[in-house]
């Protein structure tokens, strides 16, 4: 198998990292953190222009219809960067429930506005005690008339401070763990009855706590069929943890890279301390993690769009799996290697440290997606 990439993938490869490099500097990372949002208009503008913000998107909606790969190139440029932007709220998971439940006029309406950099979205789903179970959901959508009532509460929703909508997970029938009975919905963040309360995340980045008080939506707010929504949320899920591992898979070559740096100019004892061969072999051995870690978010990406949802679902675990392990001892080391510095809030590595951990507790952290295969496997054994 070929795993190269082609022309344009390189293009956009190196038109990303240009302007990533020119512009996202760990000063101008740390300005943009200031701003009212926490992220950058400015880059959101860039990324618009680039077509970042409609990669994946049919060309009659304003995309350029690319796959899977160059999400992941994509994501794994935002990791070395610790970018801020709403990327993953918006395009991953927002633009995926419209790309896959939505209508053609839903369509046509939202995603050209997304590709323009003029709407952004947030994935309205955790509950207080869901954990990482996505069919447990107690947030009620009542029809009344030919809309609907949503009523309940939402937490760490991502950039949900900022968002101009929120795509909504809510109970339409059946009990709060059951499969069915879940719809989703698109709702206006200014929309009567929604509160939301911003506040900054352990890795730099926004989150909200959101409160849906007898929310009236229309008909036209249905994504997918109510009810019958959770194999939708499954699947966006699930490609949003490819381009998550891809994420994380960018950040970890980063910290290696930095680590090395820094190995490299640190003297002890009147020498650079990378001259000392245990300090070697521990930077190789973040190397294999590395590599451990790519391999396996290239999997995910290659998986991301089986139609299979258990073949698909696996995948994705698998991958979470060793992103998680691979991040946490890359994180380790590179800390570790630093020595104090590594600490201290004027440094990159300790921000990456922090967004490696936050991935990995996204949608489920490695112990979880662990004990989901070994699970399957055994119904599969018992069968």
Not at 293 to 312: F, K, L, N, P, V
Request: glycine share 12%.
């Amino acid at each position: 198998m070929d795993f190269d990439l082609d022309e344009e993938q390189r293009l956009l490869k190196e038109s990303l990292d240009r302007l990533l490099s020119e512009r996202y500097a760990f000063e101008n990372r740390k300005a943009y953190q200031q701003s009212p949002e926490g992220w950058s208009r400015e880059m959101w503008a860039h990324y618009a222009e680039l077509g970042l913000l409609g990669l994946s998107f049919a060309e009659r909606f304003g995309g350029s219809e690319k796959g899977a790969v160059e999400t992941m190139i994509v994501m794994e440029g935002f990791g070395r960067a610790l970018a801020l932007e709403p990327y993953f709220a918006t395009v991953i998971l927002g633009a995926g429930f419209l790309r896959y439940g939505g209508s053609e006029e839903q369509c046509a309406a939202l995603l050209p506005q997304i590709a323009a950099g003029k709407l952004t979205l947030a994935f309205a789903h955790t509950e207080r005690d869901s954990r990482y179970d996505l069919a447990h959901i107690s947030t009620r959508a009542v029809r009344e008339g030919e809309g609907w009532v949503i009523d309940g509460e939402k937490g760490v929703v991502l950039h949900g401070d900022s968002a101009d909508r929120f795509v909504v997970t809510a109970r339409t029938g059946g009990g709060e763990r059951d499969r069915e009975g879940i719809g989703v919905f698109l709702v206006g963040a200014e929309s009567p009855g929604v509160g939301r309360r911003g506040y900054p995340t352990q890795d730099g980045l926004k989150a909200a706590e959101v409160t849906f008080n007898r929310v009236r939506v229309g008909p036209e707010a249905v994504l997918g069929e109510p009810g019958e929504a959770l194999s939708l949320v499954e699947r966006v899920v699930d490609e949003a943890i490819a381009a998550l591992a891809a994420e994380a898979v960018g950040a970890m070559a980063a910290m290696h890279e930095l680590t090395l740096d820094y190995l490299k100019t640190r003297r002890q004892f009147g020498r650079e301390i990378g001259s000392f061969q245990v300090l070697q072999h521990r930077a190789v051995d973040m190397l294999m993690a590395l590599e451990q870690a790519r391999s396996m978010a290239m999997y995910a990406t290659m998986m991301a769009g089986e139609e299979d949802g258990a073949a698909r679902s696996a995948a994705v675990s698998q991958a979470k799996v060793q992103i998680g392990r691979s991040g946490r001892f890359i994180a380790h080391q590179a800390i570790q290697l630093h020595g104090g510095i590594g600490m201290t809030m004027e440094y990159r590595v300790g921000h990456y440290f922090k967004r490696v951990t936050m991935i990995d507790s996204a949608f489920g952290d490695a112990d979880h997606h662990l004990k989901r295969l070994a699970r399957e496997n055994a119904t599969r054994a018992a069968a």
